[in-house]
């Protein structure tokens, strides 16, 4: 099977070169007790059966550097692609995202709201200064990745997509739902969002860790967000290596939860929602 990676992160220890800068000052435990370089990256994908894999910058260790992603997809542009990360608030982020999107520099960006690495409190993300950025976001096509929590963000959410809504969104880790404490109300919680037609769903180990912890309850889950959304606004990603599996681990995990969907949706999970979310991924 087709598989894309839509979610991994590389560290090098080129410091000299790619010298550390994480947004907030702090480094996640992650990217220092288990980094993974670009070649390292790809004996991992060699070993656990993956074509392609979307390098999401660790701002966690560069900020908005996007040095090491860039150069990494440009030495091996037939396995990866990068998604590096802007500021949407500088006065300049129409032109910035212009600048570095398309023409073998960055396929898509990620906007950051929660956690070590947040610039700015508050749901900023949708803050009247952004609008020029998700403007020129739409024009581009460029798929933002966004990271955030859904609870108090959720209503600025909807308005963002509402204002925007041919924007391509691809939220991270679907929101991180809440699926142990009650799988239903958290599926029905994210099958709302399918209102918007641009936003997507990035799966990762940490929806599909919680998943297998409910058994079959899990289907509570992913039943109404699959009607809602449909495989195609879905895309598989591994999280590596914030996540502690190896690669070939979390393939299997995926592929253990997501069993009973037949064939041709797991096909778009885990690959076709990628390929349209990033156009200069190639035909494998």
């Known amino acids: 099977m087709d598989i894309v990676d839509t979610h991994c992160h590389i560290i090098t220890d080129d410091v000299t070169r790619y010298p550390r800068g994480p ?3 702090t480094q996640s435990g992650w990217a220092t007790t288990r980094p993974v370089t670009a070649d390292g990256m790809i004996e991992r994908m060699d070993e656990a059966g993956i074509g392609q894999a979307v390098l999401v910058q660790a701002t966690t260790a560069y900020g908005y550097d996007n040095s090491y992603v860039l150069d990494s997809r440009a030495q091996r542009p037939d396995r990866f692609i990068a998604v590096g990360t802007v500021d949407p608030l500088r006065p300049d982020a129409a032109d910035n995202l212009a600048a570095v999107a398309g023409n073998g520099g960055l ?6 709201t929660s956690g070590s690495t947040v610039p700015t409190q508050g749901e900023w993300f949708a803050a009247p200064e952004t609008y020029p950025f998700w403007d020129k976001a739409t024009e581009l096509g460029v798929t933002v990745c966004l990271q955030m929590r859904l609870g108090p963000a959720t209503e600025q959410l909807h308005l963002l ?3 925007f809504p041919s924007v391509h969104v691809l939220l991270d880790h679907m929101g991180y739902p809440d699926i142990a404490a ?15 037609p641009g936003l997507h769903l990035k799966l990762t180990h940490r929806n599909l860790e919680r998943l297998h912890d409910v ?6 889950f992913l039943d109404p967000v699959l009607a809602a959304f449909g495989a ?9 290596p914030a996540a502690e599996q190896s690669l070939p681990e979390l393939v299997a995990l995926a592929q ?3 069993a009973d969907v037949p064939e041709p949706e797991r096909r778009e999970i885990f690959a076709g929602t990628a390929r349209r979310l990033y156009p200069s991924l190639t035909a494998q």
């Open 256 to 258: 253990e939860v997501l």
């Open 161 to 163: 997509l509402n204002r």
């Open 23 to 25: 947004i907030g000052g």
């Open 232 to 240: 195609n606004r879905i895309a598989w990603g591994s999280n590596l």
């Open 107 to 112: 396929a898509g960006v990620r906007l950051f």
């Open 182 to 196: 009650s799988p239903t109300d958290a599926g029905e919680a994210v099958a709302d969002l399918a209102v918007h």
């Open 215 to 220: 058994g079959a309850k899990a289907s509570g």
